[in-house]
T-cell receptor
Framework: AQSVTQPDIHITVSEGASLELRCNYS??????LFWYVQSPGQGLQLLLK??????LVQGIKGFEAEFKRSQSSFNLRKPSVHWSDAAEYFC????????????FGQGTELSVKP | EAGVTQFPSHSVIEKGQTVTLRCDPI?????LYWYRRVMGKEIKFLLH????????ESGMPNNRFLAERTGGTYSTLKVQPAELEDSGVYFC????????????????????FGAGTRLSVL
């Protein structure tokens, strides 16, 4: 079955430190890949997406993600975290022939220490 | 442009009662999706409308859940009767309707999410 794994349920980093959130998927073909963020009281906001081409994609708020086919991974990174980045982050995949529905990972809650 | 709107934001009901959740998608978006997140678990797909038609309802847990989208605008998700395990956050998302040359709805259509309805069944 198709699945998405975010192995880290909760991460705490210091403000200004770098960040990497992990995401792995299980599927034979290359899916469409997304990272969403949810701040308290808000809807899920799209950070970035990967469909094809350059495997390093840039998103909003200074985030980037790298697709690695050999590792079935799509890790999210940010070189310097800001206190406002504290939120929950979701990795999701979609597939060409499945009507657009997304399969989500469990989410990673990010806390930022001053 | 208004985003996806869901209400209520929070609903507390007793087991056996009925609850109706509402979602107003972004104007002009033909695709409307319902998802649910049970506490501690991943967000899971429930169903997908294209305009007023159910395209995929493979994620609906059982027949206590009824989704409608009359007129192809807003959608409602009714739970009747509610059970304890129905507690969670219900998200709605919408996207524009773009298909491939073979008529497949593309996962490339970016989904815009509402803030969710938190349902607590006591």
């Amino acid at each position: 079955a198709q699945s998405v794994t975010q192995p880290d349920i909760h991460i705490t980093v210091s403000e200004g430190a770098s960040l990497e959130l992990r995401c792995n998927y299980s599927y034979g073909a290359t899916p469409y890949l997304f990272w969403y963020v949810q701040s308290p009281g808000q809807g899920l906001q799209l950070l970035l997406k990967y469909f094809s081409g350059d495997t390093l994609v840039q998103g909003i708020k200074g985030f980037e993600a790298e697709f690695k086919r050999s590792q079935s991974s799509f890790n999210l990174r940010k070189p310097s975290v800001h206190w406002s980045d504290a939120a929950e982050y979701f990795c999701a995949v979609g597939f060409y022939n499945q009507g657009g529905k997304l399969i989500f990972g469990q989410g990673t809650e990010l806390s930022v220490k001053p | 442009e208004a985003g996806v709107t869901q209400f209520p934001s929070h609903s507390v009901i007793e087991k056996g009662q009925t609850v109706t959740l509402r979602c107003d998608p972004i104007s002009g978006h033909d695709n409307l999706y319902w998802y649910r997140r049970v506490m501690g678990k991943e967000i899971k797909f429930l169903l997908h409308f294209v305009k007023e038609s159910k395209q995929d309802e493979s994620g609906m847990p059982n027949n206590r859940f009824l989704a409608e989208r009359t007129g192809g605008t807003y959608s409602t998700l009714k739970v009747q009767p509610a059970e304890l395990e129905d507690s969670g956050v219900y998200f709605c998302a919408s996207s524009q309707d773009r298909t491939s040359g073979r008529g497949l709805i593309l996962a490339k259509n970016i989904q815009y999410f509402g803030a969710g309805t938190r349902l607590s069944v006591l």
